[in-house]
């Protein structure tokens, strides 16, 4: 590059913060060496470039700023313009605290024209380094110019000993044999217009595409001829700015509509034709049928606006990140959950910008060990911290993200919200453990129910015995002693005389005969008696112990033997079920002591069997049996049986008779059954029935485990 012509330099930068300093850094350039600096957004960068280059102006350096937000897509545009430009020195620009990581390496391999220069950067340090990439940028074009003058001289050799060859008369046969061999084939478009936009040759494929089999039959016509009005003025319009200015339009997105109603998408290049004398004479172009690319474009967008409005719309918090763990694309919910009000306040930041320390460094190892191994997190139930301080509840997915080359380059996060699912979950079980203790309230009050009738019956039973004794006592002819002891010591003095030869005192040996006996039935009696009446308030102490001892119980894990806690339920229950006449059979068989909380065995025990008795009371026959089974369950544990011939239970009721609130009976409350079933999943077992179906009777099985089931820790 010559110092009469100006160096151009582009810096690519949305902010405007790169362009600011290297405008600064152009204006301390020494005369002599002109430097000419030229702005774009990153959208609009190809297309400059491209423009320019077109126009024999192309630039010798572009600086690109780098941003957590658009890393991605500046690297991409970056490598396009690398490969479209061989002379064309990149440097790209990461902002303050911005880790490249492997992605220039991985676009761009080892080579000489990629430099990257982290922002800020001093203004004459940026001088200093302009100048020396013009220079080498200059360097490159020479290079590539000798290059392309050697080429050209060797091309014009090959092409007059080919075409003497060839049996061409002259170079011009063989160098229009080439053009037509091109026409003919090219799978796109392409034309030469004269300056009045009037065809003068024409590629097969374009006459082809507007309904003519042989390109000649082209030649004169404008496209007014061939496309509808709307799109033929405007193509007009594009060949005579091209005429007028001598720039080239490049890649210009056409919708071309036919006369006959058809009509596709294509990408047109038009450029000035020059004669050697470099008087522009026409325009040539091609075009590229770009329809199903256009289709494809459309699917994407398609794509991509909902996505936009899943992101928009779903409630639950959707977010990507790369591979730095920055957020590239958030949805609405993720934004108003981190306190934002728009996404741009949340792309680039990572989560410390928004969580405590501990919070953000386990959000950010997760990633990590997603990104290194690939494994994916699904549904992680996450205790974090509201915006306003208060502790919240998510299920977090995240799974890896790959790019084209199979590379893990981020992670796809979608969070959702189970803060109230969490609270109704404690709520249900404050619920479950208050249902559960107003059962075993409910139950104690019946136990104790039939506890006051149990005593009842046994202190009638001390009352008629008591009263029997009184009477004897009272009837007693032990007061005939008193009367017999006077008779005699009146006659003290003649006793022997008295007892043998006055009439009531002969009488006297035989009567004591017969009061001797009659006070030995007596005692007999009398003690029989009392020995009923002291077992009858054996028996209440027995209940009323029984009683106390599932009121003391609760919430303590011990030791327990199945037979006795069964035997304990069954003396509970014992007036009921001998007031309905309900025969108790035992099928226990050894089985090994298990850790359970007693009071919780007995309430089911008490529940079971009490349900057990109500439904055999409409035995019509007469015959209620009631069995109780204790075996091993096969796991270390033991199974305890209920079983009834009572009045079964019906398919369709058999599958909720566990639901709480559900009863069959008009006076039952529902939750029964319910807590009790609860109460054996609390202890790691289980509470399962069987019917064969109305009538038939039932049989309830509890499970217990041989040890407890452990809390989990909070």
């Not at 936009?197 to 003519?212: D, K, N």
């Not at 339009?249 to 919708?255: D, G, S």
């Not at 001998?578 to 089985?591: A, C, E, I, K, L």
Request: proline share 4%; net charge negative; aromatic share 4%.
């Amino acid at each position: 590059m010559t110092d009469s012509k100006q160096a151009r330099i582009l810096a690519v930068d949305d902010t405007g913060a790169l362009h600011g300093m290297l405008r600064t850094a152009v204006a301390l350039n020494l005369p002599g060496h002109p430097l000419a600096l030229t702005p774009a957004h990153l959208t609009e960068a190809l297309a400059v470039t491209r423009q320019e280059r077109a126009a024999d102006q192309p630039y010798a350096v572009v600086f690109l700023a780098l941003s957590p937000v658009n890393a991605v897509a500046a690297l991409e545009v970056g490598a396009q313009l690398s490969i479209e430009d061989d002379d064309l020195q990149l440097v790209f620009c990461p902002t303050a605290g911005h880790m490249v990581g492997d992605g220039l390496q991985n676009r761009f391999g080892i080579s000489d024209r990629v430099l990257l220069l982290p922002q800020p950067v001093e203004p004459a340090v940026a001088l200093a380094l302009v100048r020396a990439l013009v220079a080498k940028a200059g360097l490159h074009r020479d290079l590539r110019a000798a290059r392309a003058t050697t080429a050209a001289h060797r091309r014009d050799q090959v092409a007059a000993t080919t075409a003497a060859n060839s049996g061409f008369a002259q170079e011009a046969q063989f160098e229009r044999a080439l053009m037509d061999t091109f026409l003919l084939n090219a799978p796109e478009a392409v034309y030469f217009k004269d300056r009045e936009s009037r065809i003068v040759r024409a590629s097969l494929a374009l006459a082809q595409r507007v309904g003519f089999d042989d390109p000649n039959e082209l030649v004169g016509k404008s496209d007014l001829d061939l496309f509808a009005e709307a799109h033929a003025l405007a193509a007009f319009s594009d060949e005579q700015d091209v005429i007028r200015t001598g720039r080239p339009i490049l890649n210009k997105v056409e919708h071309e509509t036919l006369p006959d109603g058809r009509s596709c998408w294509v990408l047109t290049s038009k450029l000035p034709w020059r004669n050697p004398a470099g008087e522009t004479i026409g325009t040539f172009g091609l075009s590229k049928d770009i329809t199903a690319i256009k289709r494809d474009e459309e699917d994407l967008q398609n794509a991509s606006d909902m996505l936009q409005a899943l992101l928009d719309n779903i409630p639950d918090r959707i977010y990507f990140k790369n591979a730095q763990s920055r957020f590239i694309k958030v949805g609405k919910a993720l934004v108003t959950r981190l306190g934002m009000t728009t996404a741009e306040q949340v792309l680039g930041k990572t989560d410390f910008d928004f969580h405590p320390p501990e919070l953000a460094r386990q959000f950010i190892h997760d990633e990590e060990h997603i990104m290194a191994t690939g494994e994916s997190i699904i549904n992680k139930v996450e205790e974090q911290v509201g915006t306003d301080g208060q502790p919240i509840w998510a299920s977090v997915t995240k799974v890896p993200v790959y790019d084209r080359m199979g590379q893990i380059a981020g992670i796809i996060g979608i969070s959702r919200d189970i803060t109230a699912l969490k609270l109704a979950e404690a709520e249900l079980e404050r619920k479950n453990r208050e249902l559960v203790d107003a059962s075993r309230a409910a139950g104690m009050a019946e136990v104790a129910t039939g506890v006051l009738h149990n005593v009842g019956n046994v202190l009638n039973s001390v009352n008629v015995a008591a009263t029997l004794v009184s009477d004897m006592v009272r009837r007693s002819k032990a007061v005939n002693l008193a009367r017999l002891a006077a008779m005699l010591k009146e006659h003290g003095h003649d006793l022997s005389t008295y007892l043998t030869t006055d009439e009531k005192g002969k009488q006297i040996p035989a009567y004591l005969d017969q009061l001797g006996r009659h006070l030995a039935e007596e005692q007999q009696t009398l003690m029989r008696e009392l020995d009923e009446m002291r077992k009858s308030v054996d028996h209440i102490r027995d209940i009323v112990a029984t009683q106390q001892g599932y009121a003391k119980v609760g919430g303590t894990v011990e030791p327990i033997v199945a037979a006795d806690l069964v035997e304990m339920a069954l003396r509970m229950q014992l007036s009921a079920l001998t007031r309905h006449d309900v025969g108790v059979h035992r099928q226990y068989s050894p089985v090994p002591t298990v850790l359970a909380e007693k009071h919780k065995v007995l309430q089911i025990l008490n529940n079971l069997i009490r349900n057990a008795k109500q439904a055999m009371e409409a035995n019509l026959d007469g015959r209620k049996h009631l069995t109780i089974r204790i075996a091993p369950n096969g796991q270390g544990g033991v199974s305890i049986q209920v079983l009834d011939n009572g009045v079964g239970i019906s398919p369709e009721n058999l599958a909720r008779i566990f639901a709480h609130g559900f009863t069959t009976r008009k006076s039952g409350h529902g939750f029964g059954l319910h807590s009790a079933a609860l109460a054996a999943k609390e202890m790691g077992g289980s509470l399962t029935v069987h019917s064969e179906g109305a009538g038939k009777g039932a049989t309830f099985s509890l499970d217990l485990p041989a040890q407890p089931k452990e809390e989990p820790k909070s």
